[in-house]
């Protein structure tokens, strides 16, 4: 299939053809048309493609091929915990008892998937150190604002109505910005110092009595753990602010450290990255918040609670900032990380992390030869290198990841975070052998020399792919979002 | 204890302690404060083997009861409609469940493309020129319009008809507070959007109606006579809610001139499971383009003029944007978009008219048995595949005796609208049979008395 176009499912369509056994009409028919005004009869079908069951497999069997996953080969695309997803949690998520169960169904007759969620929201607290933990957030970025939309109502109930502010790091994930706005808040920078950890100088300045929150990611998203986390706890708290953890780089200190034993008031999980979620090819996620135990009246409603012995979700929560997602969360998603959660137990947890920094620091020891390592110190899961050195040859950052392409490799993140100059975030993942990541780093150093040799090879990789760059440019500026016959 | 996920053995972690320089992985914590060490193993349940996790979690499935054991009658947002198998097996190719974002496009064409074709599917039904790769469900995806035609109207009341599904309304609501949106909610009269109501709290603060078409009892509102009445408003938009299954029979709201139509695609090959993940859409006009939420792939060519697909229009999101960002959305669902863009592959152009009209044949046959049978049904308006009867007894008492014979009942419509006490909102799609509507009916019966 090289260097063709693939057809579009539209392309493939031809009148006639179906995919689907509809049941029978086993009841009198009558006339629909009567009923409604001809203006509210669709007239037009929607255009569909018309596909035999072969070549719906065909098409998506061959996209599939397109595509590449953790399955496929390693992906150490950091901040985003590519770990190996367990084909247990898949087969057990499509079980008839929890994949086809209402939520409106009493519960009464759902206990046991309600056991499962207590279960999963008891341990999520053990492993955050956190008072309560709420499942309904679907991803990161729904966790980040309710966790502050809990933090504003928090502040609210004290009658303080003037912390209008929420301090984010430079490096923060671009979410964490973006939630404060959604939820209201202005978002305010505090500086990264030399090491690469919070400059608790800045810190001092940035907060006031307008501030709402310092949302942190710990370690950082440069994957290094802030020391200096209890003084940044006490000058936030200090000041009446509360302190908002980002959970997404957990997979770094599970059984070593509980953000709720560093002082933080809130957290969320991303269960889709250190509990196997899978990604899905971008979603869904599932994004639990927890709580210490001052803000837990504002946890969103329904909360699940055991009463008399029996599961059931209590709504009458005159404080709690309401529903933030229809239904209890993506459980589905819940239950892949219960999943793997009774798999590692506490041992294989601590395992996880102590394995996944391992992986992290043995690699980046190596490549460091090669590539500029702007905050030398140990790292936790993940470590950030700078193409600069690169770069001054012309080969970019961009060009490097392009050329790992070729040699079937997921570059790692780039140009993430921003406070690094061409950068390569990359995460191993406990789950990869040392083969692995031997094979990855031998093929960075190679590519180091490439673009010292060769810098023409790197920069017009990829050289191997179905697909060469893409004009983005002209996607963007003339663009095509949908398929036009 | 051995864990068949971690391959690091002891040979490999001395090999790489030693290329580290350090003794203990221990040292590669020591920047952990002593005082926020963990010091004690975490209170967790004994690590389980495969076999007797399975074991133990289809013990506790089995404890539930499920929608295939039973005949489903209940809705209300979440259906149980028939999923055809090649979806699971699609879904379940590990090249599209373990890969995540495209950022990539040279080795992420399948998803891209995926997702190009779920925007156009998802564009044909709604009526709408543009759609989105996915939105967590419908529910936040209603709230994310919500809040766009408030920055775009720079206006901040918003009405919302009481026929929009409870929980998508709290979800508004708590949504709305960011930007301190003053959320109206219009009256319904027998289950309809109450017109006179909405005509009388328009005005030209409006940001946006907020419809559900068809609602959440069923009915189908109309849609040309909220559409004149928002015209009189200038710059007031029209946010449309919609089953998009109900969209193979019923005129698209792009027709009625809506500017963002958002809704839930579990109908096409989602199962219910417990209420997620499902998956959102969002589908709006040309001009709203560059505000729309979430991520979009668009169509290009690579450097051989080969056609191709990547995420474009970025500037919108919060990887780029930050705090300027129009949605601090991120990961999505895409994978549930893929399932539905299977299931919408195998129903085709005409299955899907077809499939409508089967929900709407039994559903009308159930309620014809009803009012037969002497129950007063909520309203005799034009409905989809739900309507409301009115009970003598509690529903949630009426569902617990149903149960014990293979039936999960209606939705109890008390929780939601005080107001209708003993009303129960059944749902008929196209798997139920007439044995199986038959007996509900003769077991409603036998309980009403
Ligand atoms: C550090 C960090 N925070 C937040 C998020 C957002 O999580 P999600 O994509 O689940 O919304 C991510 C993931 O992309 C992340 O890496």
Not at chain 1, 105 to 129: F, K, R
Not at chain 1, 412 to 425: C, D, G, K, R
Not at chain 2, 293 to 316: C, H, I, K, N
Not at chain 2, 359 to 379: H, P, T
Request: charged share 25%.
């Amino acid at each position: 299939m090289a260097n063709k176009d693939f057809p579009l499912i539209f392309e493939r369509s031809k009148e006639g053809r179906t995919s689907y056994s509809l049941p029978e009409l086993d009841v009198p028919e009558v006339n629909l048309d009567d009923e409604f005004e001809a203006s509210y009869v669709r007239k037009t079908a929607p255009n569909l493609p018309e596909v035999s069951e072969l070549e719906v497999m065909r098409h998506y069997t061959g996209l599939s091929n397109r595509n590449f996953g953790v399955d496929s080969g390693f992906y150490p695309l950091g901040s985003c915990t590519m770990k190996y997803n367990p084909k247990i949690n898949e087969d057990v998520a499509r079980l008839d008892g929890f994949s086809h169960i209402h939520p409106y169904q009493d519960s009464s007759t759902v206990q046991g998937a309600m056991e499962m969620l207590y279960d999963l929201q008891t341990s999520l607290s053990e492993i955050t150190g956190m008072h309560e933990v709420s499942l309904q957030p679907a991803a990161g970025a729904q966790g980040e604002w309710t966790g502050l939309m809990m933090i504003r109502a928090y502040h609210e109930a004290n009658g303080d109505f003037n912390r209008t502010k929420v301090i984010v790091p430079d490096s923060a994930h671009g979410t964490n910005p973006a939630s404060a706005t959604v939820a209201g808040f202005e978002a305010v920078t505090v500086k990264s110092n030399e090491k690469g950890l919070v400059d608790l100088e800045d810190l001092k300045q940035v907060v006031g009595e307008d501030t709402a929150a310092l949302m942190l990611t710990n370690p950082n998203t440069l994957g290094l753990f802030e020391t200096e986390i209890v003084e940044m706890a006490e000058i936030v708290h200090e000041a009446g602010g509360k302190l908002y953890y980002d959970g997404a780089n957990l997979n770094a200190i599970m059984g070593y450290a509980r953000p709720g034993d560093m002082g933080f008031d809130v957290v969320h999980l991303n269960l889709h990255k250190t509990f196997t979620g899978p990604h899905g090819g971008g979603g869904p996620g599932s994004g639990p918040v927890g709580v210490s135990e001052e803000l837990e009246a504002f946890l969103p409603k329904p909360i699940l609670m055991k009463k008399d012995d029996k599961l059931v979700f209590e709504y009458d929560r005159p404080q709690s900032i309401g529903r933030v997602k229809p239904y209890y969360g993506n459980f589905g998603i819940n239950l892949r990380a219960y999943t793997y959660i009774r798999t590692m137990g506490a041992e294989g947890l601590k395992k996880v992390s102590e394995y996944a920094v391992l992986n992290a620091n043995y690699m980046m020891r190596q490549l460091e030869k090669e590539y500029d390592l702007p905050y030398p110190q140990h790292c936790k899961h993940e470590f950030v290198l700078s193409g600069r050195r690169q770069k001054k040859l012309g080969v970019r950052t961009l060009d490097i990841a392009k050329r790992l392409l070729d040699y079937g490799y997921h570059p790692p993140t780039i140009y993430f975070p921003l406070n690094v100059e061409e950068a390569l975030m990359v995460e191993p993942t406990e789950t990869e052998s040392k083969e692995t990541l031997d094979g990855f780093i031998d093929i960075m150093l190679s590519i180091s020399e490439e673009a010292k040799n060769d810098p023409e090879l790197v920069q017009e990789a990829p050289h191997n792919t179905i697909v060469k760059r893409m004009d983005e440019t002209t996607a963007a500026r003339k663009p095509i979002l949908r398929y036009e016959d | 204890m051995e864990f068949r996920y971690l391959p690091m053995t002891d040979q490999d972690k001395k090999d790489m302690l030693t290329t580290i320089g350090v003794e203990s992985t221990d040292e590669l914590f020591s920047d952990i404060p002593s005082k926020v060490r963990f010091n004690r193993e975490l209170n967790l349940k004994r690590p389980a083997n495969e076999a007797q996790l399975k074991k133990e979690l289809t013990d506790m499935a089995n404890k539930n009861a499920n929608l295939k054991n039973n005949s489903s009658f209940l809705g209300a947002g979440v259906y149980d409609h028939f999923i055809p198998s090649v979806v699971d097996h699609v879904i379940s190719r590990s090249e599209f469940y373990t890969a995540y974002t495209p950022y990539q496009p040279e080795i992420s064409q399948g998803e891209l493309q995926a997702i190009f074709e779920f925007q156009t599917m998802i564009s044909e039904l709604t009526g709408m020129p543009i759609a989105n790769s996915s939105m967590y469900d419908g529910g936040t995806s209603l709230a994310e319009a919500v809040n766009l035609s408030a920055a775009q109207t720079k206006r901040k009341k918003i009405l919302v008809s009481k026929t929009v599904h409870p929980e998508s309304r709290a979800v508004i609501k708590s949504y709305a507070k960011g930007p301190n949106l003053d959320i109206v909610e219009i009256d319904h009269k027998n289950g309809v959007t109450d017109l006179e109501h909405l005509e009388s709290q328009l005005d030209e603060n409006t940001a946006s109606v907020v419809i559900q078409y068809p609602n959440f009892f069923g009915q189908v509102e109309k849609l040309d006579r909220v559409r004149d009445l928002i015209s009189a408003q200038k710059k007031t938009m029209f946010i449309v809610s919609s089953n998009p299954l109900a969209l193979g029979y019923l005129t698209p709201p792009g027709e009625f001139d809506a500017d963002i139509v958002v809704g839930d695609t579990q109908v096409f090959g989602i199962p219910a499971q417990f209420g997620g993940p499902h998956c959102g859409y969002f589908a709006t006009t040309k001009k709203l383009m560059r505000k729309v939420p979430g991520r979009l792939v668009g169509q290009t060519t690579d450097e051989d003029g080969v056609r191709g697909f990547v995420l474009t229009l970025q500037a919108r999101e919060q990887h780029i944007r930050r705090d300027k960002a129009t949605s601090n959305i991120c990961s999505n669902q895409a994978l549930n978009a893929l399932a539905s863009s299977v299931a919408m592959s195998s129903i085709g152009k005409h299955g899907l008219k077809k499939m409508a009209t089967l929900n709407m044949q039994k559903a009308r046959y159930a309620k014809q048995k009803f009012l037969d049978a002497g129950f007063e049904v909520l309203s005799d308006a034009p409905f989809f595949n739900e309507f409301a009867i009115k009970l003598t007894k509690s529903v949630k008492e009426v569902n617990a005796r149903l149960l014990e014979k293979g039936i999960i009942g209606g939705y109890d419509l008390s929780d939601a609208y005080p107001e209708l006490n003993h009303h129960m909102l059944v749902a008929v799609t196209e798997i139920r049979t007439k044995e199986e509507i038959d007996a509900f009916v003769k077991e409603l019966g036998d309980i009403h008395g």
